[in-house]
């Protein structure tokens, strides 16, 4: 029983600990993740924020 209850907040845990690896260091905002494909075809990831 207890063991069912301790599942649940792990997945509720790991999926706070996902949302939180996108905030920026410098300000805590959430940051925005642009793909931008270079002429060569290649893909960038590039985070949008203050420390740009
Ligand atoms: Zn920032």
Same mark, same amino acid.
């Given at each position: 029983?207890?063991?069912? @209850?301790?599942?649940?907040?792990? %997945?509720? /845990?790991? &999926?706070?600990?996902?949302? #939180?690896? $996108?905030?920026?260091?410098? +300000? @805590?905002?959430?940051?925005?993740? %642009?793909? /931008?494909? &270079?002429?060569?075809?290649? #893909?960038? $990831?590039?985070?949008?924020? +203050?420390?740009?």
């Amino acid at each position: 029983m207890s063991e069912k @209850g301790k599942s649940k907040t792990g %997945v509720a /845990a790991r &999926s706070e600990n996902k949302s #939180k690896s $996108i905030v920026c260091r410098n +300000c @805590g905002n959430k940051i925005e993740t %642009v793909i /931008a494909v &270079s002429p060569s075809g290649k #893909k960038r $990831i590039r985070r949008i924020c +203050c420390c740009e």
